[in-house]
Structure formats: C-alpha cells, structure tokens
C-alpha cells in the first residue's frame, strides 16, 4: 500500500490497517489520529511531524524509521519496534509502549513524561536531554544508555539495568536508586538531590560536581 492510499482510505473513515506493509513509506505531517498499525510494518518509513496521537502500534515494526518530532501521545506500542529509529524531538507523553523495543532508538529531546515503558529494551539508546519525568521504567534495560541531561524526576526504575548508563547532568531528583549497582556509572554534575541512595554502589562512579 502507498501512501496516497491509505491517506484517502483514512479520509474515508477507514482506521484499520492491521498487519498492513508500508515499508519506507512518506507520510511525513499527515494527520492520523487514533489509527490502528496493529503488526504493521513501517521500517525505513518517513514519519516525521506526522501525528499518532492515541493510535495503536502494538507489535508495529518502526524499525530506523524517522520520526523527529512526530506526535505520538497517548499510542498504545505493545511490543512495538522502534529499534535504529529516530525519535529525536518526538512527543511520546502518556504512551504505552511496555515490552517495546527501544535498542539503539535516536530520543534525544523526546519528551516520554508520564510514559509506561515497563519492560522495554533501550540499550544503547539516545535519550540526551529527553524528559522522562514520572515514566515508569520498571524492569527495563538501560544498559549503555546515554542519559546526558535528562530529566528524569520521580521515574520508577525498579528493577532496571543500569549497567554502563550515562547521567551526566542528568535530573534524578526524588528518584529511589536504593541497592542499585552504579559503580563505573558517570553521574557527573547530576542532581541526585532527594534520591534514595541507602546501599546503592557507587565505587568508580563519576561524582564530580554531582548533587548528592
């Protein structure tokens, strides 16, 4: 299916487009709310400033797709594959992507506050400057991701990998890091002010500058 399809299907009042292939496709600032991708595949397709919002996505295949600033509120992603992509400026607040693939995604400046992201691979991931305030990231894993300056206030990282993971200034404020092992992990001119630290390893952890 091209893009001009499924765009005058869309207009039409269709919204299904379960499993459909759409690989490389341009979409590029069209409006599709509340679409239904279910098992879609996307990759390589061109998204960006397209809108999502409330769409579901669930075991859609975004993989290196381009989505810069892409509205993508309120989506539902389970199991989606946003593997290679690029997310850069995207607005993915109150998703629910819990189970998605997020290894090696491009988030920097994406804003994921209030986002379920339970369970989720984001190794290797960009997320410089990206908000994840009040996101639940319980049981994901985070290993070598770079944090630089993220905003990451009141987060739930129960259960996460933090293996290698970069928080240079990076906001931590309020966040239980408790038994956590950070050693080797850089958190340079971070604010841990108020984060919970009792047991938390942080032998050969940066700490230059940081707010402890």
């Known amino acids: 299916m091209d893009a001009k399809e499924l765009l005058e299907k869309y207009a039409a009042g269709e919204r299904d487009f379960l499993e459909a292939e759409l690989s490389g496709i341009d979409l590029k600032g069209a409006d599709l709310s509340g679409i239904n991708l279910y098992y879609a595949n996307l990759s390589g397709a061109e998204l960006n ?61 994406a804003n994921l506050s209030d986002a379920q992201l339970s369970s989720v691979s984001l190794t290797k991931a960009s997320l410089k400057n990206a908000n994840l305030k009040r996101a639940n990231l319980s049981d994901s894993n985070l290993t070598r991701a770079n944090l630089t300056g993220a905003e990451l206030s009141q987060v739930n990282l129960k259960g996460v990998s933090l293996q290698d993971v970069n928080f240079q200034r990076a906001k931590l404020r309020g966040v239980n890091l408790s038994a956590f092992n950070l050693s080797a992990v850089n958190l340079a001119e971070a604010d841990l002010s108020a984060a919970g630290l009792t047991g938390t390893n942080l032998k050969k952890a940066c700490l230059a500058g940081t707010n402890l």
Do not use: Q
Request: proline fraction near 0%; avoid cysteine.
């Open 49 to 109: 400033e397209a809108i999502f919002t409330k769409a579901n996505l669930d075991g859609a295949n975004f993989s290196r797709a381009s989505l810069l600033g892409t509205n993508l509120i309120g989506v539902t992603g389970y199991n989606v594959n946003f593997s290679f992509a690029d997310l850069s400026g995207a607005d993915l607040s109150m998703a629910n992507l819990n189970g998605a693939n997020l290894s090696n995604t491009k988030l920097d400046n």
